[in-house]
């Protein structure tokens, strides 16, 4: 097998750009409960928000809204001041830590399938639990 074939199908995943990543909690209401939905994410198929780099021309918030729709296919109303942030840690493709800004977006319509809506407890399930 040519090294150059052997090295696109086993070498290092590329490595993430230093920043921050900027992430919309997609939530809607589903019989008088908030529900909120989590995807998988590509490299490691862990349950997590849609999130994403900042993107030339946007504010934050619209990049979130934009992961959201690209990765989601959510589409509603974001707001504009985060509601929270969080560390992602370092991994392989991440050498250093990077916060993530999480945005609240109302979400009335249906997001693709293969994607999961549940109360905050029953998404609780899918999140890790933090060590220490």
């Known amino acids: 097998m040519p090294m150059r074939l052997w090295?696109?199908?086993?070498?290092?995943?590329?490595?993430?750009?230093?920043?921050?990543?900027?992430?919309?909690?997609?939530?809607?209401?589903?019989d008088g409960q908030v529900v909120v939905l989590l995807i998988t994410s590509r490299g490691r198929g862990k349950w997590i928000f849609p999130k994403g780099r900042q993107m030339e021309g946007k504010t934050p918030w619209e990049s979130a809204e934009l992961e959201a729709y690209e990765e989601a296919g959510v589409v509603g109303e974001i707001e504009t001041t985060p509601i929270g942030s969080y560390f992602l840690p370092v991994t392989e493709e991440r050498p250093s830590p990077s916060r993530s800004r999480c945005f609240r977006c109302w979400s009335p319509t249906s997001a693709r399938?293969?994607?999961?809506w549940g109360s905050a407890i029953a998404i609780g399930r899918f999140c890790p639990k933090p060590s220490g």
Do not use: N
């Not at 399938?113 to 999961?116: D, E, F, L």
């Open 113 to 116: 399938t293969g994607r999961k």
């Open 7 to 30: 090295s696109r199908f086993f070498s290092k995943p590329p490595a993430e750009p230093v920043g921050p990543q900027f992430g919309a909690l997609p939530y809607k209401i589903v």
